[in-house]
């Protein structure tokens, strides 16, 4: 006790910035040099395409549940629904839900199936009975669509963190960064250190981070729900009765329209359009999950369709779990932090969650704790960061590599040593694509972002793999159709919507779209398009594959005994 007291005076003489500063600094070091060892190991075991691909098929059950829920569980989860519930109440625990549902149906429809029917990615199901270069292409430009606009909610939020943990707020330079250049710093950073990860640990090393991730994730999450609780006695309802007073919304901040289907006085056609898009948002957060192909490609690194089943069960458990603590989680941060603060450090509310800890800290320990929590919790979220964009990169570079270079460009006659080398050229330019488009996409809550991306997997690539696992007649054209017309219609809607341009600023004068204030060009009236794009995806695909006379029954039936069984899915889908 003696040594906290005078660790806590001594933070209050340096001052808490520079104590945060320190201890981050030193957790953060840490944090990137236990991943770096684990990513080098596992780079001695990486020799084949399969090493690289699907780390040598050798992960258990619990294992590979565990690296699920790292993967699933990103910056969205933690640092993006935290926000949503903070500054809008119940409304932003509907990404909770919705997340969380969405397993039923990858693990009813997909996991099980998937494993047994292919080998590294998602274009192995879809293109088993096609003809294999255009499905595969197109597969390749999907799965490179969906992981950008994923990367960039992760990247977005590891530059809000970076610019909490440093204390640098505006108007205020920290080695002669302002908080504007810290974010983009940060930005860089985690984009740099995830083209290490997969370059040189591929899906052993991403696979060992992101169970490192979510046993710390846990833990903290875990732990900061204890203390806020513990400030409220375990009373649930007096922590309520706190968030909705301090959120600024009174009783209204527990019910329904503070985000989503809001209710305008005297604009009915406002107020359809507002309640549509929280129908859109529910069916791609639902639908979405189950064609993400950094979750699809999980289900190849496990040695049988058993302990894929075994892995989504453990997933589920661990996801749910964590997802019901995001409810203490976002309303102790409207409660113990307010949403006024909130907003001043990060406009979307993405900072709610290490803001949380540095407040429970506080509570508990003073200045000095505050600032260990804050640096634990944001250690914590950059984990989480790291595992995540870790796994769509790989995810990239395996279609990139696998699916376009060697089954399209090369025929299928590239050796697994080319393939991977390319993988890894691939993880470099896929990095630095996120990185650019994440400096440009700063203001949004990452929440949001990662339910752009659901749509853009739901629309694109489920309703094909759906239709390649059960529909006898699914052929080459529909597939492609389907493909192409999810991607465009779920991108392009995205693009003439309210969160490219046109949306406004909020309170604070900060603007809601992409592209400045005075640029409007949307017509789309919709932020979510899943309510439109999903069923043009899965209307080109049945379409295109009626206009076309291809049929391969025989392959269709071979697929079944292949998705029932497993028989065959060890041995090379290109041919």
């Not at 979405?288 to 979750?295: D, E, R």
């Not at 853009?456 to 159709?481: D, E, Y």
Request: hydrophobic content about 55%; some cysteine.
């Amino acid at each position: 006790m003696m040594l906290t007291t005078t660790l806590a005076a001594a933070a209050e003489d340096e001052g808490a910035t520079s104590q945060e500063r320190l201890i981050t600094t030193i957790l953060f070091v840490v944090l990137i040099a236990v991943t770096i060892g684990i990513t080098i190991r596992a780079s001695r075991q990486t020799k084949s395409a399969t090493d690289f691909h699907s780390g040598g098929r050798g992960f258990t059950g619990i294992q590979n549940g565990f690296a699920i829920g790292g993967d699933y569980m990103s910056a969205a989860s933690f640092l993006g629904i935290a926000g949503m519930i903070a500054l809008f109440g119940y409304d932003g625990f509907l990404y909770s839900i919705g997340f969380l549902v969405a397993w039923l149906v990858a693990l009813l429809l997909v996991a099980e199936l998937l494993r047994n029917s292919g080998r590294f990615t998602m274009a192995d199901v879809v293109s088993y009975r096609m003809r294999q270069r255009p499905v595969r292409t197109a597969a390749s430009v999907s799965t490179l669509t969906v992981s950008i606009f994923y990367l960039l909610a992760q990247m977005v939020g590891a530059g809000a963190l970076v610019a909490l943990l440093l204390g640098i707020e505006e108007g205020e330079t920290y080695l002669g960064m302002s908080a504007d250049t810290a974010k983009i710093v940060g930005i860089v950073v985690v984009g740099i250190l995830m083209v290490v990860y997969v370059s040189f640990g591929g899906m052993t090393g991403t696979t060992w981070v992101q169970i490192v991730k979510a046993v710390m994730l846990m833990g903290g999450a875990l732990l900061v729900t204890a203390l806020v609780l513990a400030i409220y006695d375990f009373d649930f309802g007096a922590l309520m009765n706190d968030a909705s007073a301090d959120g600024g919304a009174g009783q209204a901040f527990l019910e329904p329209g503070q985000r989503y289907g809001v209710e305008v006085a005297g604009d009915a056609w406002q107020t359809m359009i507002n309640k549509l898009d929280l129908i859109s948002l529910g069916l791609a957060l639902v639908l979405g999950t189950a064609g993400l192909p950094h979750i699809l490609i999980r289900f190849y690194t496990v040695p049988d369709s058993k302990t894929a089943r075994t892995s989504v069960n453990w997933a589920i458990g661990i996801i749910g779990t964590f997802y019901l603590l995001t409810l203490v989680l976002g309303f102790g941060a409207a409660a113990l932090v307010g949403s006024e603060a909130i907003r001043a450090q990060n406009s979307a509310g993405n900072t709610a969650a290490p803001q949380l800890a540095q407040a429970v800290g506080d509570h508990f320990g003073g200045e000095f704790w505050g600032a260990v929590m804050l640096a634990f919790i944001a250690a914590v979220a950059f984990a989480t960061i790291l595992s995540t964009v870790a796994g769509l990169t790989i995810a990239s570079s395996s279609s990139l590599a696998h699916d376009f270079y060697n089954s399209v460009l090369r025929r299928g006659k590239a050796s697994e040593k080319e393939e991977v080398r390319v993988a890894r050229f691939a993880a470099i330019g896929v990095g630095a694509v996120a990185i650019v488009l994440a400096i440009f996409a700063q203001n949004l809550n990452v929440a949001f972002l990662v339910a752009l991306a659901f749509a853009i997997a739901a629309s694109a690539n489920l309703p094909v793999i759906l239709l390649s696992l059960f529909w006898k007649r699914f052929n080459t054209t529909g597939a492609v159709a389907g493909i192409y017309g999810g991607l465009i219609s779920s991108v392009g809607l995205v693009f003439f919507s309210p969160v490219v341009s046109g949306k406004g600023v909020d309170a604070a004068g900060n603007n809601l779209s992409l592209f400045p204030e005075s640029v409007d060009f949307h017509w789309f009236p919709l932020e979510n398009p899943g309510l439109v794009s999903i069923p043009v995806g899965l209307l080109c695909a049945v379409i295109g594959t009626l206009l076309s006379k291809e049929s391969a029954p025989d392959k269709f039936a071979k697929l079944q005994v292949r998705a029932l069984t497993g028989a065959g899915a060890e041995r090379a889908t290109t041919h």
